[in-house]
């Protein structure tokens, strides 16, 4: 089965650009989660989904950034304008539905780099 | 906010030896997920803990769940080479699906 898929795997640009992210989360996974991880800060999870639409967003650092999921298998992560220190790794996620946490699966994120 | 700390940050350990590594939340959780990442990787999921001093194994791998629900280990037993990575601790304290990351104990193993 195929997992997570993200594109691109690797993006550099010049700051001021617009980026976009992308994500396939697993089909019948009802929840998909942005994190970007860093090496001062960690995991941090930015925005999530509950069927396309956005649970939680108070994780996205300013008004740069914006997700959308027109769909259930399709997802986007924004930045616009671009500044250097977005320069990170973007991981999408995705869980299944259930009444507790469950697993999430993790694709092989984009790593971006802003000159 | 919830917050989940983790420590060490970094260990490294001759190959053999054991390995701990330690998570603490500032709430009761209802449950705590553990992932692995190897280097250059993304985090793939371990196991989940549910109740109150639970104890699960992986092999080499032992998880443990405090007997409050606000702390919990992973321990290692004569660590591989292959255990090289960095491993996550991630508490939810309750609905939607929503966990929050420890930092993460970065574990290199000398051969």
């Known amino acids: 089965d195929a997992g997570v898929i993200q594109s691109p795997r690797h993006e550099v640009t010049e700051m001021g650009q617009e980026v976009t992210l992308r994500c396939k989360p697993i089909?019948?996974?009802?929840?998909l989660f942005w994190y970007r991880q860093t090496m001062m800060r960690g995991l941090e999870l930015l925005i999530y989904?509950?069927?396309?639409?956005?649970?939680?967003d108070s994780g996205m650092p300013e008004d740069r950034f914006s997700a959308k999921m027109p769909n259930a298998s399709f997802s986007t992560l924004k930045i616009q304008p671009s500044e250097p220190r977005d320069s990170a790794v973007y991981f999408c996620?995705?869980?299944?539905?259930?009444?507790?946490?469950?697993?999430?699966?993790f694709g092989d994120g984009t790593r971006l780099s802003i000159l | 906010g919830q917050q989940v700390m983790q420590i060490p940050q970094y260990q490294h350990v001759q190959e053999g030896e054991d390995f701990t590594t330690y998570c603490n939340s500032s709430?009761?959780?209802?449950?705590i997920q553990w992932y692995k990442q190897r280097p250059g990787g993304h985090p793939v999921f371990l196991i989940q803990?549910?109740?109150?001093?639970e104890v699960k194994k992986q092999k080499r791998l032992t998880f443990q769940f405090g007997e409050a629900k606000k702390n919990s280990s992973l321990h290692i037993t004569a660590t591989q080479t292959t255990d090289v990575g960095t491993y996550f601790c991630?508490?939810?304290?309750?609905?939607?699906?929503?966990?929050?990351f420890g930092i993460g104990t970065k574990l290199q193993v000398i051969p």
């Open positions: 991630a508490g939810d304290s309750g609905g939607y699906q929503k966990v929050t």
């Open positions: 709430t009761t959780l209802s449950n």
């Open positions: 803990l549910v109740k109150s001093g």
């Open positions: 989904f509950n069927n396309n639409v956005p649970i939680d």
């Open positions: 089909s019948g996974h009802d929840y």
């Open positions: 996620a995705s869980s299944p539905p259930g009444y507790s946490n469950q697993p999430q699966h």
